[in-house]
């Protein structure tokens, strides 16, 4: 059941480690087989198709965030658990809470501004999203692809998709197609045959990697022929971090999501703070 059915306070804030902590990282270049033409046609039809077949605009889910940090003196995990609340094109509210179910921290975005409350803290932060702190954790350009296909695992619809090639390891094609801001570009595995991306990549002009998820564990979700990835990891993070966000109790919203749904009102007592 959804922390929204719960009637759980939305009182805090989500992880900046999943929309923040993804900082740019080193290179990297798939490998592929190029594909004979009318291959390359087919799987591009596929894609297309795939593309249309919708799975709904918004997502209730729980949710559990792994961050594990590696380094030469050792290494350390770290788990939150909560209540996702997201839909297009980058609205997210992500309540964590304590294993009593009471809330530690909440945070919602609407693509453009933020909040975060610190129940602990008894403060609550906000600003926009391409303040000076908040970009010095963002990859350069991730600021201006919509949120929500990043986490279900979908693409907005594109025109110039470029099929690559084949990939080595039999998972299917990597396609190619520009982003948003008009200066990177996106790189994705799409299988034709399942119609679902296994990986997507932000990579820039000079071939620097920015973004580099992995969708695993689809689940059907809602309609019987709408899947959702159960598992998304991000890894190749600076500090040799790897992020890990399992969904649970996957369902569309509905059609009473609002712009509402998004805005978090301070608790009487707590401390408001500007970010720049």
Same mark, same amino acid.
């Given at each position: 059941?959804?922390?929204?059915?719960?009637?759980?306070?939305? +009182?805090?804030?989500?992880?900046? *480690?999943?929309? =923040?902590?993804?900082?740019?990282?080193?290179?990297?270049?798939?490998?592929?087989?190029?594909?004979?033409?009318?291959?390359?046609?087919?799987?591009?039809? $596929?894609?297309?198709?795939?593309?249309?077949?919708?799975?709904?605009?918004?997502? #209730? $889910?729980?949710?559990?965030?792994? $961050?594990?940090?590696?380094?030469?003196?050792?290494?350390?995990?770290?788990?939150?658990?909560?209540?996702?609340?997201?839909?297009?094109?980058?609205?997210?509210?992500?309540?964590?809470? @304590?294993? =009593?179910?009471?809330?530690?921290?909440?945070?919602?975005? #609407?693509?453009?501004?933020?909040? %975060?409350? =610190?129940? $602990?803290?008894?403060? *609550?932060?906000?600003?926009?999203?391409?303040?000076?702190?908040?970009?010095?954790?963002?990859?350069?350009?991730?600021?201006?692809?919509?949120?929500?296909?990043?986490?279900?695992?979908?693409?907005?619809?594109?025109?110039?998709?470029?099929? +690559?090639?084949?990939?080595?390891?039999?998972?299917?094609?990597?396609? %190619?197609?520009?982003?948003?801001?008009?200066?990177?570009? @996106?790189?994705?595995?799409?299988?034709?045959?399942?119609?679902?991306?296994?990986?997507?990549?932000?990579?820039?002009?000079?071939?620097?990697?920015?973004?580099?998820?992995?969708?695993?564990?689809?689940?059907?979700?809602?309609?019987?022929?709408?899947?959702?990835?159960?598992?998304?990891?991000?890894?190749? +993070?600076?500090?040799?971090? %790897?992020?890990?966000?399992?969904?649970?109790?996957?369902?569309?919203?509905?059609?009473?999501?609002?712009?509402? #749904?998004?805005?978090? %009102?301070?608790?009487?007592?707590?401390?408001?703070?500007?970010?720049?």
């Amino acid at each position: 059941m959804s922390w929204r059915k719960r009637g759980q306070p939305a +009182l805090a804030l989500f992880l900046p *480690g999943f929309l =923040l902590l993804l900082a740019g990282c080193a290179g990297f270049q798939p490998k592929f087989e190029r594909p004979p033409a009318r291959e390359g046609r087919a799987v591009a039809a $596929a894609f297309a198709a795939a593309g249309n077949h919708r799975c709904g605009s918004s997502l #209730d $889910a729980e949710v559990a965030v792994t $961050a594990s940090f590696f380094s030469l003196t050792g290494g350390r995990t770290g788990r939150i658990s909560g209540y996702l609340l997201a839909g297009e094109p980058s609205l997210l509210k992500f309540v964590a809470v @304590n294993p =009593l179910g009471q809330p530690l921290l909440v945070f919602v975005s #609407d693509g453009h501004r933020f909040q %975060t409350v =610190l129940v $602990a803290e008894g403060k *609550g932060y906000e600003g926009a999203i391409r303040s000076r702190t908040v970009q010095r954790y963002m990859p350069a350009g991730f600021v201006d692809q919509p949120l929500f296909p990043w986490l279900v695992g979908h693409v907005s619809p594109v025109t110039e998709v470029e099929v +690559l090639g084949r990939d080595p390891a039999g998972k299917g094609y990597w396609l %190619t197609f520009p982003a948003p801001d008009g200066i990177n570009r @996106n790189l994705l595995l799409f299988d034709p045959a399942a119609r679902l991306v296994r990986r997507r990549i932000l990579e820039n002009h000079q071939g620097k990697t920015l973004l580099d998820v992995h969708y695993e564990d689809y689940r059907p979700v809602g309609r019987e022929e709408c899947r959702l990835p159960g598992i998304i990891t991000v890894n190749r +993070l600076p500090h040799n971090t %790897t992020l890990i966000i399992e969904m649970m109790n996957m369902e569309p919203a509905g059609p009473g999501l609002t712009a509402a #749904d998004f805005v978090v %009102t301070l608790p009487p007592g707590f401390e408001r703070v500007e970010v720049r």
